[in-house]
Protein backbone atom coordinates (compact mmCIF):
# COMPACT_ATOMS: atom_id res chain seq x y z
CA UNK A 1 0.00 0.00 0.00
CA UNK A 2 3.03 2.32 -0.96
CA UNK A 3 2.16 3.52 -4.20
CA UNK A 4 2.05 7.06 -3.93
CA UNK A 5 4.60 7.14 -0.74
CA UNK A 6 5.39 10.70 0.35
CA UNK A 7 3.14 12.10 -2.45
CA UNK A 8 1.89 15.43 -1.78
CA UNK A 9 -2.53 15.54 -2.86
CA UNK A 10 -4.81 17.77 -2.81
CA UNK A 11 -8.20 16.75 -3.74
CA UNK A 12 -11.53 19.64 -3.61
CA UNK A 13 -15.00 18.71 -2.99
CA UNK A 14 -13.29 15.88 -0.77
CA UNK A 15 -15.35 16.22 2.12
CA UNK A 16 -17.67 13.53 1.15
CA UNK A 17 -18.86 11.16 -1.92
CA UNK A 18 -16.43 10.27 -4.24
CA UNK A 19 -13.38 12.78 -3.28
CA UNK A 20 -13.68 11.60 0.53
CA UNK A 21 -13.21 8.26 -1.47
CA UNK A 22 -10.25 9.48 -3.27
CA UNK A 23 -8.60 11.31 -0.07
CA UNK A 24 -9.17 7.80 1.91
CA UNK A 25 -7.33 5.68 -0.79
CA UNK A 26 -4.77 7.96 -1.44
CA UNK A 27 -3.96 8.47 1.88
CA UNK A 28 -3.90 4.61 2.18
CA UNK A 29 -1.77 4.29 -0.11
CA UNK A 30 0.95 6.84 1.62
CA UNK A 31 0.35 10.26 0.55
CA UNK A 32 0.18 13.37 2.43
CA UNK A 33 -3.68 14.53 1.34
CA UNK A 34 -4.37 18.01 2.01
CA UNK A 35 -8.65 17.23 2.12
CA UNK A 36 -10.64 20.56 0.93
CA UNK A 37 -14.56 21.02 0.40
CA UNK A 38 -16.67 24.23 0.82
CA UNK A 39 -17.76 22.67 3.46
CA UNK A 40 -14.89 23.27 6.23
CA UNK A 41 -16.77 20.29 8.75
CA UNK A 42 -16.84 17.47 6.59
CA UNK A 43 -13.26 18.58 5.26
CA UNK A 44 -11.67 18.55 8.75
CA UNK A 45 -13.67 15.21 9.93
CA UNK A 46 -12.07 13.21 6.87
CA UNK A 47 -9.08 14.74 7.44
CA UNK A 48 -9.40 13.73 11.13
CA UNK A 49 -10.39 9.92 9.96
CA UNK A 50 -7.45 9.90 7.98
CA UNK A 51 -4.99 10.62 10.49
CA UNK A 52 -6.78 8.08 12.77
CA UNK A 53 -6.01 5.63 10.74
CA UNK A 54 -2.10 6.46 11.26
CA UNK A 55 -2.38 8.13 7.29
CA UNK A 56 -0.77 11.83 6.56
CA UNK A 57 -3.31 14.58 6.22
CA UNK A 58 -4.49 18.31 6.46
CA UNK A 59 -7.52 20.20 5.51
CA UNK A 60 -8.43 23.31 4.65
CA UNK A 61 -12.11 25.03 3.82
CA UNK A 62 -11.58 25.90 0.27
CA UNK A 63 -14.70 26.96 -2.07
CA UNK A 64 -13.59 26.44 -5.80
CA UNK A 65 -15.45 28.91 -7.02
CA UNK A 66 -13.76 31.65 -4.50
CA UNK A 67 -9.84 32.63 -5.65
CA UNK A 68 -9.12 33.91 -2.34
CA UNK A 69 -9.88 29.92 -0.77
CA UNK A 70 -7.89 28.42 -3.69
CA UNK A 71 -5.08 31.22 -3.59
CA UNK A 72 -4.77 30.48 0.00
CA UNK A 73 -4.55 26.84 0.37
CA UNK A 74 -1.80 26.53 -2.27
CA UNK A 75 -0.22 29.05 -0.29
CA UNK A 76 0.07 26.70 2.46
CA UNK A 77 1.07 23.74 0.63
CA UNK A 78 3.79 25.65 -0.50
CA UNK A 79 5.05 26.71 2.61
CA UNK A 80 4.61 23.34 4.06
CA UNK A 81 5.55 21.17 1.60
CA UNK A 82 7.37 23.25 -1.36
CA UNK A 83 5.30 20.89 -4.23
CA UNK A 84 2.51 19.56 -5.15
CA UNK A 85 2.27 16.18 -6.70
CA UNK A 86 -1.05 15.64 -7.11
CA UNK A 87 -4.20 17.37 -8.01
CA UNK A 88 -7.62 16.04 -8.12
CA UNK A 89 -10.44 18.29 -9.33
CA UNK A 90 -13.37 16.87 -8.08
CA UNK A 91 -15.72 19.14 -6.76
CA UNK A 92 -18.86 19.34 -8.63
CA UNK A 93 -22.35 19.69 -8.33
CA UNK A 94 -25.78 19.97 -10.57
CA UNK A 95 -28.65 21.77 -10.92
CA UNK A 96 -31.76 20.25 -13.05
CA UNK A 97 -33.19 22.75 -15.16
CA UNK A 98 -35.09 22.82 -18.68
CA UNK A 99 -32.22 24.57 -21.04
CA UNK A 100 -35.11 26.80 -22.08
CA UNK A 101 -35.83 27.97 -18.60
CA UNK A 102 -32.15 27.86 -16.84
CA UNK A 103 -31.44 31.04 -15.56
CA UNK A 104 -28.08 33.39 -15.55
CA UNK A 105 -27.63 31.94 -11.73
CA UNK A 106 -28.10 28.49 -12.20
CA UNK A 107 -25.80 28.59 -15.10
CA UNK A 108 -23.31 30.62 -13.04
CA UNK A 109 -23.65 27.72 -10.28
CA UNK A 110 -23.24 24.74 -12.81
CA UNK A 111 -20.30 26.55 -14.64
CA UNK A 112 -18.37 28.13 -11.44
CA UNK A 113 -17.61 25.14 -9.60
CA UNK A 114 -17.48 22.12 -12.11
CA UNK A 115 -15.75 24.10 -14.98
CA UNK A 116 -14.21 27.26 -13.63
CA UNK A 117 -13.20 25.51 -10.30
CA UNK A 118 -11.02 23.11 -12.39
CA UNK A 119 -9.68 25.76 -14.81
CA UNK A 120 -8.53 28.09 -11.81
CA UNK A 121 -6.94 25.31 -9.44
CA UNK A 122 -5.16 24.02 -12.57
CA UNK A 123 -3.39 27.27 -13.84
CA UNK A 124 -2.93 28.04 -9.83
CA UNK A 125 -1.66 25.16 -8.78
CA UNK A 126 1.20 24.85 -12.14
CA UNK A 127 4.16 26.64 -10.45
CA UNK A 128 3.70 24.00 -7.25
CA UNK A 129 3.35 21.15 -9.70
CA UNK A 130 5.87 22.41 -11.96
CA UNK A 131 8.17 21.89 -8.88
CA UNK A 132 7.26 18.26 -8.29
CA UNK A 133 9.11 17.15 -11.61
CA UNK A 134 6.43 13.98 -11.97
CA UNK A 135 3.43 15.30 -11.01
CA UNK A 136 -0.71 14.37 -12.24
CA UNK A 137 -3.67 16.10 -12.18
CA UNK A 138 -6.90 13.95 -12.17
CA UNK A 139 -10.20 15.51 -13.36
CA UNK A 140 -13.55 14.99 -12.65
CA UNK A 141 -15.66 14.54 -15.69
CA UNK A 142 -18.49 12.14 -16.26
CA UNK A 143 -20.38 9.76 -18.69
CA UNK A 144 -22.33 12.88 -19.08
CA UNK A 145 -19.88 14.39 -21.11
CA UNK A 146 -20.89 12.25 -24.39
CA UNK A 147 -24.16 11.74 -23.54
CA UNK A 148 -27.29 12.97 -22.19
CA UNK A 149 -30.75 13.22 -20.88
CA UNK A 150 -33.32 15.88 -20.11
CA UNK A 151 -32.56 18.57 -18.00
CA UNK A 152 -28.98 18.32 -17.50
CA UNK A 153 -27.89 20.29 -20.73
CA UNK A 154 -25.74 22.80 -18.46
CA UNK A 155 -24.40 20.49 -15.95
CA UNK A 156 -23.22 17.70 -19.43
CA UNK A 157 -21.77 21.16 -20.99
CA UNK A 158 -19.33 21.82 -18.12
CA UNK A 159 -18.51 18.49 -18.40
CA UNK A 160 -17.55 18.12 -21.79
CA UNK A 161 -15.16 21.38 -21.12
CA UNK A 162 -13.36 19.27 -18.80
CA UNK A 163 -12.77 16.16 -21.14
CA UNK A 164 -11.51 18.83 -23.42
CA UNK A 165 -9.57 21.22 -20.94
CA UNK A 166 -7.80 17.95 -19.44
CA UNK A 167 -6.62 17.15 -23.34
CA UNK A 168 -5.50 20.48 -23.60
CA UNK A 169 -3.77 20.73 -20.77
CA UNK A 170 -1.76 17.33 -20.80
CA UNK A 171 -0.38 18.66 -23.82
CA UNK A 172 0.76 22.10 -22.62
CA UNK A 173 1.62 20.45 -19.34
CA UNK A 174 3.89 17.46 -20.43
CA UNK A 175 7.16 19.33 -20.94
CA UNK A 176 6.99 20.47 -17.49
CA UNK A 177 6.43 16.83 -16.07
CA UNK A 178 2.95 16.71 -15.41
CA UNK A 179 0.60 14.45 -16.88
CA UNK A 180 -3.42 15.10 -17.27
CA UNK A 181 -5.74 12.42 -17.40
CA UNK A 182 -9.40 12.60 -16.75
CA UNK A 183 -12.69 10.01 -15.22
CA UNK A 184 -15.80 9.59 -16.75
CA UNK A 185 -18.33 8.09 -13.80
CA UNK A 186 -21.61 6.42 -15.00
CA UNK A 187 -23.80 6.30 -12.18
CA UNK A 188 -22.21 6.14 -8.72
CA UNK A 189 -24.09 5.99 -5.44
CA UNK A 190 -23.25 9.89 -3.78
CA UNK A 191 -25.37 12.17 -2.49
CA UNK A 192 -25.51 13.55 -5.91
CA UNK A 193 -27.42 10.86 -7.60
CA UNK A 194 -29.60 9.89 -4.61
CA UNK A 195 -32.50 11.57 -5.38
CA UNK A 196 -32.70 9.92 -8.63
CA UNK A 197 -31.81 6.40 -7.66
CA UNK A 198 -34.20 6.09 -5.03
CA UNK A 199 -36.57 6.53 -7.74
CA UNK A 200 -37.41 2.86 -8.27
CA UNK A 201 -38.24 3.50 -12.36
CA UNK A 202 -35.03 5.56 -12.77
CA UNK A 203 -33.04 2.75 -10.65
CA UNK A 204 -34.43 -0.08 -12.57
CA UNK A 205 -33.61 1.21 -15.87
CA UNK A 206 -30.57 2.59 -15.64
CA UNK A 207 -29.34 -1.06 -14.32
CA UNK A 208 -30.68 -2.12 -17.12
CA UNK A 209 -28.70 -0.10 -19.18
CA UNK A 210 -25.48 -1.39 -17.11
CA UNK A 211 -23.95 -4.46 -18.45
CA UNK A 212 -22.21 -4.94 -14.92
CA UNK A 213 -25.75 -4.72 -13.24
CA UNK A 214 -25.10 -2.34 -10.64
CA UNK A 215 -23.96 0.87 -9.53
CA UNK A 216 -21.03 2.37 -9.25
CA UNK A 217 -19.63 2.93 -5.46
CA UNK A 218 -17.07 6.27 -4.52
CA UNK A 219 -14.45 3.59 -4.15
CA UNK A 220 -14.64 2.45 -7.65
CA UNK A 221 -14.05 5.81 -8.58
CA UNK A 222 -11.24 6.19 -6.25
CA UNK A 223 -9.36 3.02 -7.67
CA UNK A 224 -9.33 4.74 -10.91
CA UNK A 225 -7.91 7.94 -10.00
CA UNK A 226 -5.33 6.07 -8.03
CA UNK A 227 -4.15 4.54 -11.22
CA UNK A 228 -4.11 7.52 -13.00
CA UNK A 229 -2.41 9.50 -10.10
CA UNK A 230 0.56 6.54 -9.66
CA UNK A 231 3.45 5.80 -11.48
CA UNK A 232 1.44 2.74 -13.19
CA UNK A 233 -0.35 5.80 -15.68
CA UNK A 234 3.17 7.18 -16.24
CA UNK A 235 2.86 6.98 -19.86
CA UNK A 236 -0.64 8.24 -20.01
CA UNK A 237 -1.44 11.77 -20.28
CA UNK A 238 -4.77 13.57 -22.20
CA UNK A 239 -6.84 10.36 -21.61
CA UNK A 240 -10.30 9.68 -19.91
CA UNK A 241 -11.45 6.07 -18.57
CA UNK A 242 -15.23 5.45 -18.13
CA UNK A 243 -16.34 4.07 -14.75
CA UNK A 244 -19.85 3.40 -15.39
CA UNK A 245 -19.78 -1.09 -15.35
CA UNK A 246 -20.26 -1.11 -19.08
CA UNK A 247 -23.36 1.60 -19.30
CA UNK A 248 -21.24 3.85 -22.37
CA UNK A 249 -20.58 0.71 -24.21
CA UNK A 250 -24.08 -0.35 -24.26
CA UNK A 251 -26.68 0.22 -27.02
N1 LIG B 1 -22.01 10.47 -8.47
C1 LIG B 1 -21.97 10.23 -9.77
O1 LIG B 1 -22.70 9.38 -10.29
C2 LIG B 1 -21.03 10.99 -10.66
C3 LIG B 1 -20.95 10.62 -12.01
C4 LIG B 1 -20.08 11.30 -12.86
C5 LIG B 1 -19.29 12.34 -12.38
N2 LIG B 1 -19.39 12.70 -11.06
C6 LIG B 1 -18.56 13.81 -10.62
O2 LIG B 1 -17.80 13.42 -9.50
C7 LIG B 1 -17.55 14.55 -8.66
C8 LIG B 1 -17.96 14.22 -7.25
O3 LIG B 1 -19.34 13.92 -7.24
P1 LIG B 1 -20.08 13.17 -6.04
O4 LIG B 1 -21.04 12.24 -6.64
O5 LIG B 1 -19.10 12.67 -5.05
O6 LIG B 1 -20.90 14.39 -5.43
P2 LIG B 1 -21.25 14.74 -3.91
O7 LIG B 1 -22.36 15.73 -4.00
O8 LIG B 1 -21.46 13.50 -3.12
O9 LIG B 1 -19.92 15.44 -3.39
C9 LIG B 1 -19.49 16.64 -3.94
C10 LIG B 1 -18.63 17.37 -2.93
O10 LIG B 1 -18.21 18.60 -3.54
C11 LIG B 1 -18.39 19.64 -2.58
N3 LIG B 1 -18.59 20.91 -3.27
C12 LIG B 1 -19.69 21.38 -3.90
N4 LIG B 1 -19.48 22.62 -4.36
C13 LIG B 1 -18.20 22.94 -4.03
C14 LIG B 1 -17.39 24.08 -4.22
N5 LIG B 1 -17.88 25.19 -4.82
N6 LIG B 1 -16.12 24.06 -3.77
C15 LIG B 1 -15.63 22.97 -3.15
N7 LIG B 1 -16.36 21.88 -2.89
C16 LIG B 1 -17.63 21.86 -3.33
C17 LIG B 1 -19.60 19.22 -1.76
O11 LIG B 1 -19.63 19.88 -0.49
C18 LIG B 1 -19.40 17.72 -1.65
O12 LIG B 1 -18.61 17.36 -0.52
C19 LIG B 1 -18.34 15.70 -9.29
O13 LIG B 1 -17.49 16.48 -10.09
C20 LIG B 1 -19.37 15.00 -10.14
O14 LIG B 1 -19.83 15.79 -11.21
C21 LIG B 1 -20.23 12.05 -10.20
Known amino acids: MTRLHGRVALVTGAGGGIGRAIAERFAGEGA ?8 GSTAESVAEGILGTDGAASWAKVDVTAAEDV ?11 GRLDILVNNAGLNVRADFRHLTDEQWETIR ?7 VRLSRDAFDLLKVSGNAAIVN ?10 RQLAGYCTTK ?17 GIRVNFLCPGFIETALTA ?12 INQTPLRRFGTPDDVARAALFLASDDAAFITGE ?11 L
Open 240 to 250: GIAIDGGMGAN
Open 160 to 176: GAISALSRSLAVEYAPF
Open 71 to 81: ASVLSQLSSTH
Open 195 to 206: RALRNPMIAEAL
Open 112 to 118: GTNLDGV
Open 32 to 39: HVCVTDVD
Open 140 to 149: LSSIMASRST
